[in-house]
């Protein structure tokens, strides 16, 4: 099978994206020092494999002559065939961003009525990857369908394989069309922010999404996700502590682990979003610990449910391709809480299992009808039981 024709997306796409942390002020250094960090770090080796520029790389004033992008000089002085060579040669892959309409969210130019255009430019810049917005375009799901369709088109058209990720924030449910049009992953919310519940950005003038929010639709949508296809909770907001473009105050370690553990459970796309060129342990521990990602990019493929509540602590369950279960248990509440786990709660008979606590990276337990586990507020700890 060629290059071209494998299939895109079989578990959760996963890489770094410019917006959380560089949002408008992206440029061609910051790419290159992220794909060299990332690759120095071995992040390749671990999954993360694409490096997507988001809005605001063209220049805003409009397209050329021809009715082409026109990238911002000031921004990508080499221009993106170059840069997407430098990143293929540490062996990534690069993605691009624009929009269903006229203009982007950043207001640049968007590509209603260019998708052939723009596409087949893409293409010979040597992109793999669209994330494509919905700003500035009709409400009705219809349209929506209508100009991502064109756009799936126009991509497949190019000859060259994309990985097409469609931002529409979950409005005209694209759970239930995104594959139809060519997505490999859909949004299913507005943005996260760097927060753990909702909140108002004063000077975006808009509510951010929290975390805490987010677990709401990771539960709603769990059917609807799998190989080809996948709920889209958002880019990562681990690590940014305060200091993105998408701001929110920063959370505590043990929410950015949460955040991490229930992305991996809900099969999310796992796009980085900090600044990692000065990635500081706490955060890379979170984002390389080997046997959580493994949860996420399980070959089965099946986003985790919500199987149990009870106050504010919760417990999910995710079954993976080898017959193990992965388990969450959930503090949402702000004080510590017990969480007993019963065999039952995760479909299981009273028989001796094994029990791995993934993020401490040791076997804690056997245990036949329960096991009892204090959760600090807004922690998860992330199990692996073998019945
Ligand atoms: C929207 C998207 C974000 C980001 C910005 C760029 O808000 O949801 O992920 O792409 O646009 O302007």
Redesign the pocket.
């Known amino acids: 099978m060629s290059s071209q024709s494998k299939p895109l997306a079989t578990t959760p796409p996963m890489g770094w994206n410019s ?1 959380n942390m560089f949002g408008w002020n992206i440029h061609e250094d910051s790419v290159r020092q992220t794909a060299d960090a990332l690759a120095s770090m071995g992040f390749r080796e671990l999954g993360y494999e694409y490096i997507v520029i ?2 605001c790389w063209s220049r805003k004033s409009g397209r050329d002559s021809n009715g082409d992008l026109v990238p911002d000089p000031d921004k990508f002085p080499n221009g993106m065939k170059a840069l997407a060579d430098y990143v293929h040669n540490l062996g990534f892959k690069i993605g691009i ?1 624009s929009d269903a309409a006229d203009l ?3 207001s640049h130019p968007g590509s209603y009525g260019f998708e052939d255009q723009d596409a087949n430019l893409w293409a010979s810049w040597g992109f793999d990857y669209l ?1 494509y ?1 919905y ?1 500035n375009a009709p409400f009705d799901q219809e349209s929506a369908i209508q100009r991502y369709t064109r756009m799936g088109d126009a991509l497949r058209n190019t000859g060259r394989q994309f990985l097409f990720s469609l ?1 529409e ?1 979950g409005g005209r449910s694209p759970h239930l069309w995104g594959r139809k049009v060519g997505g490999q992953m859909w ?1 299913v919310s507005g ?1 996260v922010f760097d927060s753990w519940i909702n909140i108002w950005i004063a000077d975006w003038k808009t509510y951010g999404t929290g975390i805490d929010v987010s677990l709401e639709y990771a539960a709603d949508l769990a059917d609807y996700g799998g190989p080809g296809g996948w709920n889209d909770l958002d ?1 990562l907001i681990v690590g940014l502590k305060g200091k993105g473009l998408i701001h929110g105050g920063g959370m505590s370690f043990l929410e950015y682990q949460t955040h991490m553990s229930m992305w991996c459970m809900a099969c999310s796309p796992l796009m980085i979003g900090c600044d990692v060129r000065k990635m500081e342990k706490d955060t890379a521990d979170l984002l390389t610990n080997r046997e959580v990602l493994v949860i996420n990019q399980d070959p089965l493929g099946k986003p985790a449910h919500r199987v149990k509540q009870f106050g504010s602590c919760e417990v999910w369950k995710k079954p993976l391709a080898d017959g193990t279960l992965a388990v969450a248990l959930i503090n949402r509440g702000s004080s510590g809480s017990d969480i007993l786990l019963k065999a039952g709660d995760i479909g299981l008979l009273d028989t001796p299992k094994l029990v791995r606590n993934l993020w401490a990276e040791q076997d804690i337990a056997d245990f036949k009808a329960d096991i009892n586990l204090r959760v600090q507020p807004h922690e998860t700890i992330l199990l692996k039981v073998q019945a």
């Open positions: 917006w988001d809005d961003y982007t969210c950043g994330k917005d700003c931002c924030w949004r943005d880019m």
